[in-house]
């Protein structure tokens, strides 16, 4: 991969703390198993607004994937089929949704809401057209966060013959993703008038966004501090998920990202409250690595890291992963 595009992909805003602080986080934090607890038996099969899942490992919204390999975002939305799992589909994707959608395979779409809720409204019908599931609305994103290897490598807009193609417009235009500060809580009440979608909120760390987001009837939550490239130094997102999680009471779904590496994250996470768990760079890594059969391969090789730590920590059913089976090391 060209150095410039796999330093997009790996770097974070800032000093890049918070992107540290999320692996860092897992480090501090250690299983604490039970034993005979028959768990020869496993299942990891999980529902998710009325889709069966083979595994609660899905792949998170990231952009650009024509960077990382020719097949691009439908490479990535195949792998993920194929491992039974839900793709979301970002906004700034480099291929159409309608393309990413035939691949196969259930997707959610990835959406910033734009200051035109006309535009907004076009991208959400375009999504629900092509099958997509839920809705993922970013709300840690009123500025685009400062990318210090992007600035330092002069990364500013994508090779020729590149677009975000979700950003076309009914003219053929396409237009530039555009955050917006002046988005409130009245936008997602606004999004409700515009879809039947399911609505989750990504970038939630804060309990009391929690409470409100079920105030406002929110669908689900996703932990996420972006990954570290927004506002760095912001808590790592298995550090603010025990808080969330017992804000919402299960009374809508939580979702984490941020940090997961391996099957033994995954364990954690859902012991510490999420129903699921995000991954976004080791599915980068995959699609540059070898497409959508590597990109299936990893999500498969992570949900069997899953599997064998839920046989080694006393439990059979992700369900069975409770807060008592983590600890802060010492």
């Known amino acids: 991969m060209n150095p410039v595009h796999a330093d997009f992909f790996?770097?974070?805003?800032?000093?890049?703390?918070?992107?540290?602080?999320?692996?860092?986080?897992?480090?501090?934090?250690?299983?604490?198993?039970?034993?005979?607890?028959?768990?020869?038996?496993?299942d990891l099969r999980t529902t998710l607004f009325g889709a069966g899942l083979a595994t609660p490992i899905l792949v998170a919204?990231?952009?650009?994937?024509?960077?990382?390999?020719?097949?691009?975002?439908?490479?990535?939305?195949?792998?993920?089929?194929?491992?039974?799992?839900?793709?979301?589909?970002?906004?700034?994707?480099?291929?159409?949704?309608?393309?990413?959608?035939?691949?196969?395979?259930?997707?959610?779409?990835?959406?910033?809401?734009?200051?035109?809720?006309?535009?907004?409204?076009?991208?959400?019908?375009?999504?629900?057209?092509?099958?997509?599931?839920?809705?993922?609305?970013?709300?840690?994103?009123?500025?685009?966060?400062?990318?210090?290897?992007?600035?330092?490598?002069?990364?500013?807009?994508?090779?020729?013959?590149?677009?975000?193609?979700?950003?076309?417009?009914?003219?053929?235009?396409?237009?530039?993703?555009?955050?917006?500060?002046?988005?409130?809580?009245?936008?997602?009440?606004?999004?409700?008038t515009v879809t039947g979608l399911p609505i989750l909120l990504k970038g939630v760390l804060h309990p009391a966004d929690a409470r409100l987001a079920v105030e406002h009837g929110v669908d689900g939550l996703i932990v996420s501090n972006h990954g570290g490239r927004q506002l760095d130094g912001a808590i790592a997102t298995i550090d603010a998920l025990p808080a969330v999680a017992e804000a919402v009471a299960k009374r809508i779904p939580v979702l984490v990202d941020g940090g997961i590496r391996r099957g033994t994250d995954v364990l954690i996470a859902l012991a510490r409250g999420a129903d699921a768990v995000l991954v976004g760079r080791p599915v980068l890594d995959a699609l540059a690595a070898g497409g959508a059969t590597a990109v299936r391969d990893r999500l498969r090789e992570l949900t069997a890291e899953l599997d064998h730590a839920m046989a080694l920590a006393g439990a059979r059913r992700p369900d069975d992963l409770t807060p008592d089976l983590v600890a802060v090391a010492g």
């Not at 692996?23 to 020869?40: K, N």
């Not at 390999?69 to 309608?98: F, L, R, W």
């Open 10 to 42: 790996a770097g974070g805003a800032g000093a890049e703390r918070t992107l540290r602080g999320n692996l860092a986080a897992f480090d501090r934090l250690r299983i604490v198993p039970r034993v005979l607890r028959a768990t020869g038996d496993r």
């Open 61 to 192: 919204p990231t952009a650009f994937h024509l960077l990382a390999h020719p097949g691009g975002e439908a490479a990535t939305a195949q792998g993920a089929a194929a491992a039974g799992t839900v793709m979301v589909v970002s906004m700034a994707a480099t291929q159409p949704v309608e393309v990413i959608a035939r691949a196969g395979g259930p997707l959610w779409f990835q959406l910033y809401p734009q200051p035109d809720p006309g535009f907004t409204a076009s991208v959400v019908k375009r999504a629900e057209a092509a099958g997509c599931r839920a809705l993922v609305v970013t709300v840690d994103s009123p500025v685009f966060g400062r990318r210090e290897r992007d600035l330092r490598n002069g990364f500013t807009e994508l090779p020729a013959g590149l677009v975000c193609e979700n950003m076309r417009d009914d003219t053929g235009r396409v237009r530039d993703i555009a955050m917006d500060a002046t988005a409130g809580w009245d936008r997602i009440g606004w999004l409700r």
